[in-house]
């Protein structure tokens, strides 16, 4: 399985391409897809894809993130997608502090056969992103 990562500025159109790829992955995927965010604002996205707004949950944290993904995948086995929009602002820490996130989130990936796909904000790709674009 994969993560990709979609990363970079504030404005540069990252929630706009995420909606984009989660609509467009309709026709192609073989499971359910997710799309979790922060706000209300991509409501674009078409209905036969679960959105949430996770802030709806409480505060989000890196740990309550992955429980959440987990709990998701756990309760739906047919999720084969996820797309998390705007990493970055739902935790509240820069792209640079989330490298064990990602190495836990690459566990998640692998040992449910879910693909994720995120954005994040920087002005500079941390160099343990890379991998991932």
Known sequence: MMINVICAPKG??????????????????????????DNDRSREVKTAIRFINVTQYGKVTEEGLL???????????????????????????????????????????????VDMIISATAEKTPKFLKKYI
Not at 23 to 32: F, V
Not at 88 to 106: H, K, P, S, T
Request: aromatic residues 8%.
């Open 12 to 37: 540069s159109g990252k929630t706009k391409e995420m909606i984009k790829r989660a609509n467009d992955a309709l026709d192609i995927c073989k499971g359910h897809i997710v799309y979790i965010t």
């Open 67 to 113: 429980g959440f993904v987990k709990g998701i995948i756990a309760s739906d086995s047919d999720v084969k997608r996820i797309y998390i929009d705007g990493l970055v602002r739902m935790l509240g820490v820069a792209a640079d502090d989330l490298e064990e996130f990602f190495i836990a989130l690459e566990t998640v990936s692998e040992n449910y056969k």
